[in-house]
């Protein structure tokens, strides 16, 4: 990547360079690493209270509860490496309009990438998990889920680290599905000849990469076009200024470019911490079943609702069935599992199927009186019956057969089943927080000055920060909120280079190129390196 940067010294007027060096400081260092600790001891902490809870803790082999704690390390130092390489996008603009010193806008911005995580609802979390093979996502305690998990979210931490020391704003998003199709091609191709087994789900991968492909693109259009209309409603010259010396932009104009730092912060916070909460589940799912398949903090007061809908779901795929036989569980299991698979679940056999499963959910929750009651013995099986169906729901979409009634039973099923197995518990949102913010706090200051120096010929005006900011907040909030992962990295760096063209500043070439080629060359790296790991680890786990 070119090293190409504003000329301070022969720019026009007296432009300052922020100083990144500043804030070094022993108590600084001290907090940082006690919060690291801390975030560490309070999941291992979690962890053991809710197995206790749920009467789980004889069941944990030490080997398992190692391959556990080293799971839930690389999923946090995930969340870490993004949170210095994703989060310095958010800062670059205050820190290089003088808007707040760098270490304050660092500090701040990972306090509200904390409560972003906090406050999310796990929606993005687990449509990250649904691009994983069905079976291993039910799978995933077995010696290939651990497999899966490890291979995908070195491979995302690899690629991230590779683009962080180049100084390139690369998509955290990008590099973690890129990886979860990796294992899901190294699945199938090491799975052994005739067996039943699922790749890559490329109706899920295409809806996600769809949404990363809208980030940039997104943020280039928007952003100048926000500038061009703000140049036409906004008479005010400062605001199209470039910093002069150290001194800060007018109290106005601070408190906007504050504000959208602070927005992209908790935004991103809230979609990007999400990425790493569904992973966390399918490994502590996988350890402790018991504890963590269903969630037991549903109330006991939502059970009789939740075996009504049941009973009237059953009642749907029966009348749907027509003539197929009725099957046994094993068997049901198994078809529907082959369906989701095949993508194809619309047939009289599978709806036999998933009448069977939708009696047996209804039939343990009456036995056991509630969901967080139903025993040890019976917890995976009344899991996967839950996941099985919830996805085949998910799969149907809109099938035309159905009666409106029909639909609006099935789609609350499925969100009555979603909320007794797709749920995040706060303990996992507060470690993901503490790992998310603490990575805000370091090795930011690459990203910040490719962003702040090198993608524009000129220095970022406050109206050009203001704009690729609040195209950033606006954009990652709505996503968010429809529960998709799009990328807070591709958003704001090519909003600043949106507004810089629509400004007539002019572009460095040279890292556009470099951003593009590692847009471009993400997706396929991180596959390679993903599914290499996998294989590597199938034959040591």
């Known amino acids: 990547?070119?090293?190409?940067?504003?000329?301070?010294?022969?720019?026009?007027?007296?432009?300052?360079?922020?100083?990144?060096?500043?804030?070094?400081?022993?108590?600084?260092?001290?907090?940082?690493?006690?919060?690291?600790?801390?975030?560490?001891?309070?999941?291992?902490?979690?962890?053991?209270?809710?197995?206790?809870?749920?009467?789980?803790?004889?069941?944990?082999?030490?080997?398992?509860?190692?391959?556990?704690?080293?799971?839930?390390?690389?999923?946090?130092?995930?969340?870490?490496?993004?949170?210095?390489?994703?989060?310095?996008?958010?800062?670059?603009?205050?820190?290089?309009?003088?808007?707040?010193?760098?270490?304050?806008?660092?500090?701040?911005?990972?306090?509200?990438?904390?409560?972003?995580?906090?406050?999310?609802?796990?929606?993005?979390?687990?449509?990250?998990?649904?691009?994983?093979?069905?079976?291993?996502?039910?799978?995933?305690?077995?010696?290939?889920?651990?497999?899966?998990?490890?291979?995908?979210?070195?491979?995302?931490?690899?690629?991230?680290?590779?683009?962080?020391?180049?100084?390139?704003?690369?998509?955290?998003?990008?590099?973690?599905?890129?990886?979860?199709?990796?294992?899901?091609?190294?699945?199938?191709?090491?799975?052994?000849?005739?067996?039943?087994?699922?790749?890559?789900?490329?109706?899920?991968?295409?809806?996600?990469?769809?949404?990363?492909?809208?980030?940039?693109?997104?943020?280039?259009?928007?952003?100048?076009?926000?500038?061009?209309?703000?140049?036409?409603?906004?008479?005010?010259?400062?605001?199209?200024?470039?910093?002069?010396?150290?001194?800060?932009?007018?109290?106005?104009?601070?408190?906007?470019?504050?504000?959208?730092?602070?927005?992209?912060?908790?935004?991103?916070?809230?979609?990007?911490?999400?990425?790493?909460?569904?992973?966390?589940?399918?490994?502590?799912?996988?350890?402790?079943?018991?504890?963590?398949a269903l969630n037991r903090a549903m109330p006991d007061s939502s059970m009789p609702a939740f075996i009504q809908t049941a009973d009237q779901a059953e009642n749907v795929f029966h009348l749907h069935a027509g003539d197929a036989p009725a099957v046994d569980s094993a068997a049901a299991r198994d078809r529907v599992g082959a369906a989701l698979r095949a993508k194809s679940v619309s047939s009289p056999d599978v709806f036999a199927a998933l009448t069977t499963l939708s009696g047996d959910i209804s039939h343990s929750v009456k036995t056991y009186g509630s969901i967080k009651s139903v025993p040890a013995a019976s917890v995976s099986n009344v899991r996967t019956d839950m996941y099985l169906v919830s996805d085949a729901i998910r799969v149907m979409k809109d099938p035309a057969d159905f009666s409106a009634d029909q639909k609006k039973i099935l789609k609350s099923f499925m969100g009555e089943l979603n909320a007794g197995t797709r749920f995040i518990p706060l303990w996992v949102k507060i470690s993901v927080a503490i790992a998310l913010g603490l990575g805000t706090m370091v090795g930011w200051k690459r990203i910040v000055v490719t962003v702040g120096e090198k993608i524009g010929k000129t220095h970022l005006t406050y109206a050009q920060g203001a704009a690729a900011e609040l195209v950033a907040m606006g954009t990652i909030g709505l996503a968010e909120g429809y529960g998709l992962p799009v990328s807070t990295t591709h958003i704001l760096s090519s909003g600043v280079a949106g507004s810089m063209a629509a400004n007539g500043s002019g572009l460095q070439w040279s890292t556009l190129r470099a951003m593009a080629m590692a847009w471009v060359t993400t997706l396929p790296a991180a596959m390679a390196i993903s599914g290499c790991l996998y294989i590597l680890f199938r034959q040591v786990f």
């Open 1 to 292: 990547m070119s090293d190409a940067t504003i000329d301070y010294q022969n720019a026009a007027g007296p432009l300052h360079r922020p100083d990144l060096n500043g804030g070094r400081k022993p108590l600084g260092a001290a907090i940082f690493f006690g919060a690291l600790i801390g975030a560490l001891g309070f999941a291992a902490w979690s962890v053991l209270h809710d197995m206790s809870a749920a009467g789980d803790t004889s069941h944990l082999a030490v080997g398992t509860f190692v391959l556990l704690g080293v799971a839930l390390i690389i999923a946090l130092a995930f969340e870490f490496v993004n949170g210095f390489h994703d989060t310095a996008n958010a800062v670059a603009t205050v820190i290089y309009t003088n808007s707040l010193p760098p270490m304050v806008a660092v500090v701040w911005s990972g306090l509200w990438n904390f409560l972003g995580v906090v406050t999310s609802a796990g929606t993005v979390a687990y449509s990250i998990v649904t691009l994983l093979p069905v079976e291993l996502i039910l799978q995933s305690g077995s010696s290939a889920g651990y497999a899966m998990i490890f291979a995908l979210l070195i491979a995302a931490i690899v690629w991230n680290l590779v683009t962080w020391a180049f100084g390139i704003p690369n998509s955290s998003s990008h590099a973690l599905v890129g990886s979860i199709m990796g294992v899901g091609l190294a699945n199938q191709f090491v799975s052994p000849a005739g067996a039943a087994t699922q790749g890559v789900d490329w109706g899920q991968v295409q809806k996600v990469f769809s949404a990363l492909l809208f980030s940039p693109l997104c943020g280039f259009v928007m952003a100048a076009l926000l500038l061009l209309v703000m140049k036409i409603c906004i008479k005010n010259r400062a605001l199209y200024d470039a910093p002069k010396g150290d001194q800060p932009p007018p109290t106005w104009i601070r408190a906007l470019l504050i504000g959208t730092c602070t927005g992209v912060s908790f935004f991103h916070g809230g979609n990007d911490g999400q990425k790493g909460m569904g992973l966390i589940m399918l490994i502590l799912i996988g350890a402790a079943p018991t504890a963590y």
